[in-house]
């Protein structure tokens, strides 16, 4: 019994690890298509980006951004949300401002939690200086929250790095 124990966890581990290593570079790619498709949905075509190293505590990406000949940053953060954790992406420009907000994955209640990763909302942020400027939806304020404070997290993760100007926090 406890050789044929041994031998399904074998196998299936073994099946696990290959599987792993077929689909990795194609689960990549599909990261990389989301991360344009946002940034393109957040300043338009002609964006480019690249991905920066040394990320900060508590930032997943962080990617410098060039469009129209201005340079942003945007930082992946994960937020604790209803539903477990947000993955949000916030783009702000060299002064501070909020340049743009996507979310990339969430798991909040479907129609009264997910308001708030609506485009019509997420646009409210759109150049605001902090996300506290932004009132919360009614029914969903656990998930409004936890969107706002990534976005807090976020600023203050680029401030902290020197990377924007919060104030006269950043260099």
């Known amino acids: 019994m406890v050789l044929v124990l041994f031998l399904t966890t074998a196998l299936t581990a073994g099946l696990l690890s290959t599987v792993n290593s077929l689909t990795k570079d194609r689960i990549a790619e599909n990261l990389e298509e989301d991360m344009r498709r946002s940034f393109v949905e957040m300043f338009g075509e002609g964006v480019s980006y690249k991905t920066l190293g040394d990320l900060p505590e508590g930032a997943e990406a962080i990617y410098e951004i060039t469009y129209n000949g201005e340079t ?45 990763f609506e485009k019509s909302f997420l646009a409210k942020f759109k150049g605001k200086a902090s996300a506290d400027e932004v009132d919360a939806i009614s029914g969903a304020t656990i998930s409004s929250n936890a969107l706002k404070s990534g976005i807090n997290t976020a600023r203050d993760i680029l401030a902290g790095a020197g990377m924007i100007d919060v104030g006269g926090e950043g260099k």
């Open 72 to 116: 942003y940053y945007c930082i992946s953060v994960l937020s604790a949300g209803f539903g477990g954790d947000v993955n949000i992406l916030a783009t702000f420009d060299k002064g501070g401002s909020i340049a743009g907000v996507s979310v990339i994955s969430h798991s909040e209640t479907p129609g009264i939690g997910t308001k708030v």
